[in-house]
């Protein structure tokens, strides 16, 4: 599975011949400041519908859009979603959030979406096992540093990739990720927006991956 991140909460996942977007942004939003997702797509998944995490009309191809919870198999690939809420309050500031567990190639990859509340024990258990954890850590609107950790701790996941954290483009009133960063071993740079992993390739000790944004 080749992982890109292409800005905020959304990456590009290539997987078994396709290609996947999650959470789109839109662009316009001279506040978010990534570029626009011009990519030709063939699934594209949406954990809530703010502008910066469902914006397709940028998408090429045509993609089939997974939405909600329960479970979702399209094109060969099951996509699981877990009910969450953007906030700490059961969605009363912000709304709701979709956690979705994407499962291809013998890999579980959970994107957290707008997380915004540590979990409960029985969403730990319905999430199961996570190979690779993609999640919010810049606080404010998501989890901050302190609950993504928890969270992070929670799920035990080998590999684990920050995302919607402040960056040099982005004007959100939201940390930048060595917050999050702070006091943690085995922590990797990666220095470019991609990153590509296998079954046999996660490391055998939980990986803290920082990606550049690639838009």
């Known amino acids: 599975m080749k992982i ?16 996947i977007v999650t959470d789109p942004y839109d662009h316009n939003d001279n506040r978010i400041g ?10 594209v ?28 198999e ?14 700490p309050t059961k969605g009363s500031q912000r709304g709701d959030n979709t956690i979705f567990l994407i499962g291809a ?5 959970c994107h957290a979406g707008d997380l915004g509340h540590t979990l409960s024990r029985d969403k730990i258990e319905a999430i199961g ?7 919010p850590v810049g606080g404010f609107y998501t989890l901050d540093a302190a609950e993504a950790t928890k969270v992070m701790e929670d799920l035990s996941p080998k590999l684990v ?9 982005l004007d959100f009133p939201i940390t930048g990720v060595d917050e999050f960063l702070k ?29 550049e944004h690639l838009l």
Do not use: C
């Open 4 to 19: 890109t991140w292409l800005g905020h909460a959304a990456f590009l996942l290539e997987t078994q011949g396709l290609k």
């Open 34 to 43: 990534y570029g626009p997702i011009t990519i030709p797509v063939d699934i």
């Open 45 to 72: 998944t949406i954990s809530h519908d703010h502008a910066d995490h469902n914006y397709t009309k940028d998408l090429r191809g045509n993609p089939q859009t997974v939405k909600g919870s329960g479970s979702h």
């Open 74 to 87: 399209v094109k060969g690939i099951t996509f699981t979603g877990i009910d969450t809420h953007h906030d």
């Open 105 to 109: 190639e013998g890999l579980n990859l």
């Open 129 to 135: 096992p996570v190979d690779i954890l993609l999640i």
């Open 161 to 169: 990739i920050p995302m919607h954290f402040k960056t040099e483009v």
């Open 183 to 211: 006091g943690k071993s085995n922590v990797r740079r990666q220095g470019s927006s991609q990153l590509e992993v296998t079954k046999e390739t996660l490391p055998e000790k939980r990986e803290i991956v920082v990606l």
